[in-house]
């Protein structure tokens, strides 16, 4: 059976992508939904993270094995994106966007009833397994129901939700933990997971006109990701959106026992903290939504490399200079141009990944997710190994996924000069 050209869809009355041909035409989900789908997983992320010392103590551990918390949840999103994207493009986006996100309510649930560290380390990969179906669902809904000139915008404006959301969910978390204790925080995410089941339910149309039923095949998938990872474009574009993705999750993990433990800040500068990254990361986004139909993408992805190194060298100046010593400020600043940075590059590095893969798209998806999430993992690990308490632990991480994201980036030029 053959497809008719996504990029050539033209908006029908009824809001729903049709072709030329006279196809039954795509529906559309609401951004509102769509939003809601890209956000709770990195809202849950940092919702959580002011109760790291918290948790650290309740339960009788190393704030450096607190952190393998994130770790765990990386390793399974990024594990489990490698069979979402087949299952989508085999049953449908609607059916594994609920299963995943029933596996995502069941991991909070079990967080909430951890008594000890690894009960909470297990949770956490359940949340993993069930919170990277909704960005695969998001990427591979956008890919399915929207023209090829206008999904870079969109993207970019889910990423603004991407970045609100980890940026209220401190500030909500430190009120929960401070208040309720730290259980309630997962409570709190149960409760999200719920209702997001239930919006996805309701109001999630199915956007995979013709699934693919041989998309879960050993054989037929092999070819597939042999194909979509065999693409230089694909796999230097994930690595460097990958890099970027890193830094945001080094940053969650590293900034509560920056702020609290080394430079002696209350709960509430965690507030403080989450309202500045919302600012920077927004501003980026913000930025690329304007840019975008007037640079080349190249230049784009340029100048959010420019943020971030200009971010990562001025935060390990402070560090070296001022050390603990240094103002909550000192440390803001280069952190927010970092963040302005993240915002500038994942919108681009989506939308061109993804860009050639019509026909696979679930699969596309996955595979960016799978990479991303993998090197965001490193970035984590990275942290808990160097955990010695010391303002230069996220320096130095940030230095090391922003140079691994410009050499991506230096080969990926040259391919594109060369093509």
């Known amino acids: 059976m053959s497809f008719p050209p996504a990029d050539s869809g033209t908006r029908a009355a009824n809001g729903a992508s049709t072709t030329p041909a006279g196809r039954a035409p795509v529906p559309r989900p609401a951004l509102a939904l769509l939003a809601f789908m890209m956000a709770l997983a990195p809202f849950g992320d940092t919702e959580y993270t002011p109760a790291m010392p918290a948790i650290a103590h309740a339960l009788q551990a190393d704030y450096g094995t607190v952190q393998l918390t994130m770790t765990f949840y990386l390793a399974g999103s990024a594990v489990s994106q490698l069979g979402y994207g087949p299952l989508a493009d085999h ?140 693409t230089p474009r694909f796999m230097l574009l994930s690595l460097l959106g990958g890099c970027a993705v890193g830094v945001v999750y080094t940053a969650l993990i590293g900034a509560p026992d920056l702020v609290i433990n080394m430079l002696g800040q209350g709960g509430g500068a965690i507030a403080i903290v989450a309202v500045s990254i919302l600012a920077a990361f927004v501003a980026g986004a913000g930025l690329c939504v304007l840019l975008t139909p007037r640079m080349a993408p190249g230049l784009i992805i340029a100048g959010g490399l420019g943020f971030l190194l200009a971010g990562s060298l001025t935060l390990l100046a402070v560090a070296l200079w001022l050390g603990a010593r240094g103002s909550l400020a000192a440390f803001l600043l280069p952190i927010g141009a970092c963040f302005c940075g993240v915002g500038l590059i994942v919108p681009v590095t989506t939308a061109r990944a993804m860009a050639p893969f019509r026909r696979t798209a679930g699969n596309a998806a996955s595979l960016l997710g799978f990479v991303r999430m993998g090197v965001a993992a490193l970035g984590t690990v990275a942290m808990s190994v160097l955990h010695r308490g010391s303002v230069l632990d996220m320096p130095i991480v940030f230095l090391a996924l922003t140079g691994a994201a410009a050499v991506a980036f230096a080969a990926y030029a040259a391919r594109e000069r060369r093509a």
């Open 91 to 230: 049953y449908g986006r609607r059916p594994v966007m609920l299963a995943g996100t029933a596996l995502l309510a069941a991991g909070f649930l079990l967080s909430l009833a951890s008594f000890a560290i690894w009960p909470l380390l297990a949770s956490r990969l359940v949340q993993g397994l069930g919170a990277s179906a909704s960005g695969v669902v998001a990427d591979a809904a956008v890919r399915d129901a929207f023209p090829a000139d206008s999904r870079q915008r969109i993207y970019a404006k889910l990423n603004a939700a991407f970045a609100l959301a980890p940026s209220i969910g401190p500030v909500a978390g430190a009120w929960l933990v401070r208040v309720l204790g730290w259980r309630a925080n997962f409570a709190v995410l149960a409760a999200l997971a719920a209702l997001l089941w239930y919006a996805a339910w309701r109001w999630l149309p199915e956007t995979l006109p013709h699934p693919d039923h041989r998309a879960i095949r050993p054989d037929r998938l092999w070819r597939t990701w042999q194909r979509i990872l065999g």
